[in-house]
């Protein structure tokens, strides 16, 4: 069973498109967490939600939008694609907010604006 | 300023040998907690151990340790008797309560395990 799933695997869409990367978590955590990791490897926090409320937004564009219907799912929307979105996102999951408490994460969506 | 800093892009290490990746970060907080992550060449982010500011032991996870030197400000992580399966990315992380428990990552190290 998979612990935390996002689909599509991989996206290759034109500029100025919107896409939607979603992510499901089946281990009972109250923490998502959307990331970004660019080219360089570099990993970056974009949002995190416990029990469906947003926690962090980083400087993000705010063609990206976030979603959380339930505790299990937390979808990223991106409005208007640009070059620069294109990346690996991962999405990932926590039980909670203590430090103590590990980050599960998703495959990660290859993510490829031309 | 960098709140976690890998100095090594690259690491190579013979197999069968322990190989040590650095990292230190940068805090103003008594509570905190450390992390690693190993990336292989997959992509997918795995878990390897962890480190809380207040434990006074070292954290092991079967070849994986964590040498924490807290005075120092550094979280080493050791592999010891490398295998080829060890060759990937690995992320230091830290986990600080404020900004709503943020993990920031460190920019990552290369392995490289020679056969």
């Known amino acids: 069973d998979t612990a935390v799933s996002q689909t599509p695997k991989y996206l290759v869409t034109q500029m100025g498109n919107d896409k939607s990367i979603k992510c499901e978590q089946n281990?009972?955590?109250?923490?998502m967490y959307w990331y970004k990791q660019d080219s360089k490897k570099f990993l970056k926090i974009m949002f995190s939600?416990?029990?469906?409320?947003?926690?962090i937004n980083e400087t993000v564009p705010n063609r990206f939008s976030p979603k959380s219907p339930d505790k299990a799912h937390l979808n990223l929307h991106i409005n208007s694609l640009e070059l620069g979105d294109s990346a690996v996102y991962f999405c990932?999951?926590?039980?909670?907010?203590?430090?103590?408490?590990?980050?599960?994460f998703g495959p990660g969506t290859r993510l490829t604006v031309l | 300023a960098q709140k976690i800093t890998q100095t090594q892009p690259g690491m190579f290490v013979q197999e069968k040998e322990a190989v040590t990746l650095d990292c230190t970060y940068d805090t103003s907080d008594q509570s905190y907690g450390l992390f690693w992550y190993k990336q292989p060449s997959s992509g997918e982010m795995i878990f390897l151990i962890y480190?809380?500011?207040?434990?006074?032991q070292n954290a092991t996870e079967g070849r994986y340790s964590l040498n924490f030197q807290k005075a120092r400000k550094s979280a080493n992580l050791v592999i010891s008797a490398s295998q080829l399966g060890d060759s990937a990315m690995y992320f230091c992380?830290?986990?600080?309560?404020?900004?709503?428990?943020?993990?920031?990552f460190g920019a990552g190290t290369r392995l490289f395990v020679k056969a």
């Open positions: 990932a999951s926590s039980d909670g907010l203590a430090l103590v408490d590990e980050q599960f």
């Open positions: 992380a830290m986990r600080e309560p404020r900004e709503g428990f943020k993990t920031i």
């Open positions: 281990l009972g955590h109250d923490t």
């Open positions: 939600y416990n029990n469906k409320e947003l926690i």
């Open positions: 480190q809380g500011s207040y434990d006074e």
